[in-house]
């Protein structure tokens, strides 16, 4: 609770720091803040234009959906390879402050929940002009993606932190790691791609399936998340709190003699 409490007692601090993130972001960029829309929708026709044609599918549809993939895997990926190296670009912060070392993880996270909110703007309207008979009560189901996603991305970043200031490699490998949880999720291929190649089981115990049904249910199929979905992100949540607890407890105080 007193380390909670720390956290709390810094929060002025790391907003800050996660504020001037975003301004360093776009300083002196023409589009700015824009770019957080124009990038994913350039993307995503890109994609499914390609992909439509591969799969015969409609571009209309296919289109939202990879789209609500992109935004939510830029977000997962830039929180992972982010908090890996939250510690070691932090290194003179915590050289000089004695605040709770989870507080530069939770900077990496609030910067990138706000580049998401943004992005999502993009999704919202794409649905709203092309499915917009989806729109209804379902779509509050969606906005629970965002406190989903920080419960799941603090102690990831938190985690691979504490393991990435001890062995500098774990960066590097995180690009290896996140291209291959890539392709075996269904991010950019639909979930029946996987199920007729009868690879159901990377679709019904993947963790990522779960989390971008949260978004794709009630906003491209105007339908209610199941309790599925959350009892597997839920306890993906407490599977990773548990380890960067676990993980902290043991490297908290060691962290300082490895920056």
Request: aromatic share 16%; glycine share 6%; with cysteine.
């Amino acid at each position: 609770m007193n380390y909670f409490i720390g956290i709390w007692d810094a929060r002025y601090f790391w907003t800050h720091l996660s504020f001037a993130d975003l301004r360093s972001r776009w300083r002196r960029s023409f589009f700015g803040v824009l770019w957080t829309v124009i990038q994913p929708l350039g993307m995503t026709l890109l994609l499914a234009i390609v992909f439509g044609k591969i799969f015969k599918t409609d571009i209309k549809e296919y289109a939202p959906y990879i789209l609500s993939g992109m935004v939510v895997w830029e977000f997962m990926t830039a929180s992972a390879m982010g908090g890996a190296l939250s510690f070691v670009q932090a290194d003179a912060y915590i050289k000089q402050c004695r605040h709770p070392l989870a507080i530069y993880t939770l900077r990496t996270v609030f910067t990138n929940i706000m580049v998401l909110s943004l992005a999502s703007m993009s999704l919202v309207i794409w649905v709203l002009i092309v499915m917009p008979h989806n729109f209804g009560w379902s779509w509050l189901a969606a906005l629970s993606i965002f406190p989903i996603l920080v419960l799941l991305a603090w102690p990831m970043a938190t985690a691979l932190a504490y393991v990435a200031t001890r062995f500098r490699d774990l960066p590097h490998a995180l690009g290896l790691i996140m291209q291959a949880m890539w392709f075996v999720s269904p991010i950019y291929f639909e979930a029946k791609v996987f199920r007729g190649g009868d690879l159901h089981w990377l679709v019904d115990l993947n963790p990522i399936y779960h989390i971008l049904e949260i978004v794709r249910a009630p906003m491209l199929r105007g339908q209610w998340p199941t309790i599925e979905n959350y009892a597997f992100c839920l306890g993906t949540v407490v599977v990773l709190t548990l380890a960067a607890v676990l993980i902290g407890r043991s490297a908290e105080k060691k962290v300082i003699f490895y920056l």
